[in-house]
């Protein structure tokens, strides 16, 4: 394996060996098909924020890997759980043992590395300027008092045994109770004009509530505008109540695969692997590893990201 690039102190301040890969963040145009700026723009919004731990983001995911050495110092922990009797529900907000979320598959505490999850973390917030790995859009600059903080409301589970999805509803509720400001839910339906009134009556709970938050009143829920193609009416993302994301390439085209419509907000990188892995977003993964996915779920991080960095200022 060839040597990581260092990365540029004059563009970024930051010491993440990965960073200068992520094009997404910071596109310089140097990559075979990309176009300079086709990005973020991430490091002059770092000049001004690199993300406050008051933010808390609930990642409405797969499950985090709360251990990863690029995640765990911008994990929110509960500590009433953390330091409490095991087996029972010290703070009581229904749930118990949840220190770093909730598994709302296996209905637990039991959140489980997810690929899916653990990227999607890292781009809103893997730890920054800490020497290692890679860089989040609102990661901090590598002292213990920055960053965002996330936790794991956890919807999808890949092991055997289990259902494979949990109740998309009661994740958001909960999320809305933990204090959460922004939901980060790279997931949505593929059928045009389906929804569960149950997940919208959610996100409504969710974007009203005000209880335990101290970035903003109220809540914000973050969607991936979904990988089909398609012009019509994708929920959530086409819900008027949530920020819908498309995704765009490395060379500031939107994603062939990406949905479109009047309902979609914004779009942000979600990358492209069809002509090699490093048109792809790069993020963490579980065990301490790295890789690169692509969709509209990639995109979608870096807008919760970006609200999180505005939330911080």
């Known amino acids: 394996q060839s040597p990581l690039p260092a990365v540029a ?47 808390l983001v609930a990642i409405i995911d797969g ?12 994990m929110a922990i509960n500590l009433a759980e953390l330091n409490g009797t095991p087996g029972v529900d010290d703070d009581g907000n229904g749930y118990v043992d949840d220190v770093y979320g909730y598994n709302f598959v296996t209905n637990s505490a039991d ?5 899916h999850g653990t990227h999607v973390a890292g781009t809103v917030a893997a730890v920054n300027n800490n020497g290692i790995g890679v860089a989040g859009v609102a990661g901090g600059d590598g002292s213990p008092s920055s960053g965002i903080r996330m936790f794991s409301a956890q919807v999808f589970d890949s092991r055997a045994g289990t259902s494979g999805e949990g109740d998309f509803a009661k994740a958001l509720i909960y999320a809305a109770n933990r204090g959460a400001s922004i939901a980060q839910c790279s997931w949505g ?15 409504d709970y969710f974007t009203e509530a005000t209880t335990g938050r101290t970035s903003m009143l109220g809540g914000l829920c973050i969607f991936a505008a979904g990988n089909v193609a398609s012009t019509g009416d994708i929920y ?28 979609m907000d914004v779009i942000a990188p979600g990358g492209l692997l069809d002509y090699g892995e490093t048109g792809g977003v790069l993020s963490t993964l579980p065990d301490n590893k790295y890789g690169y996915m692509e969709g509209t ?5 870096h807008v919760s990201g970006i609200a999180a960095l505005i939330l911080s200022k």
């Open 236 to 263: 959530p993302g086409c819900y008027p109540k949530v920020l819908a994301v498309a995704a765009m390439t490395n060379d500031l085209a939107p994603a062939s695969y990406t949905n479109y419509g009047e309902w």
């Open 63 to 74: 499950g985090i890997d709360y251990n990863h050495e690029d995640l765990a110092q911008n």
């Open 297 to 301: 779920s990639m995109a979608c991080p």
């Open 189 to 203: 339906w593929t059928e045009d004009g389906y929804y569960e009134q149950a997940v919208l009556d959610a996100i």
């Open 9 to 55: 102190e004059s563009a970024s301040g930051f010491n993440d060996p990965r960073l200068p890969m992520q094009w997404h963040y910071q596109n310089d145009g140097s990559l075979s098909g990309s176009v300079a700026g086709a990005d973020i723009n991430l490091f002059n919004a770092w000049k001004v924020t690199t993300g406050s731990p008051d933010v």
């Open 111 to 115: 959140v489980y590395p997810h690929n």
